[in-house]
Nanobody, 121 residues
């Protein structure tokens, strides 16, 4: 059974940082393209980052140069380091197994329950 469990969300002021974690189980971690997407109330889902087993990464324009995605195969864990957070980053963030191979920001096969990130101005 595939499981993705996110943690690390919270409330921060603009300019602050958060690090999200996602433990993945039930799949062979290394072969998966893994990523993060977010969704705010009333808005469409937005893919923000993905990474393959070689740590080759892809980012959306809205988070590039502020967010860093990484993965630790020894811990079956995907991370999202978020720096210089802005109020428009406020959303629920979901860890996902992507469809097919990386680079991919828009096709999600499985995802977790999400973790809330709130950025105040």
């Amino acid at each position: 059974q595939v499981q993705l469990v996110e943690s690390g969300g919270g409330s921060v002021q603009a300019g602050g940082s958060l690090r999200l974690s996602c433990v993945v189980s039930g799949v062979i971690f290394n072969v998966q393209c893994l990523g993060w997407f977010r969704q705010a109330p009333g808005k469409e889902r937005e893919g923000v980052a993905s990474a393959d087993m070689f740590q080759r990464t892809t980012y959306s324009d809205s988070v590039k140069d502020r967010f860093t995605v990484s993965r630790d195969s020894a811990k079956n864990t995907l991370y999202l380091q978020m720096n210089d957070l802005k109020p428009e980053d406020t959303a629920s963030y979901y860890c996902a197994i992507m469809v097919g191979s990386c680079p991919n920001l828009n096709q999600f096969k499985s995802w977790g329950q999400g973790t809330q990130v709130t950025v105040s101005s």
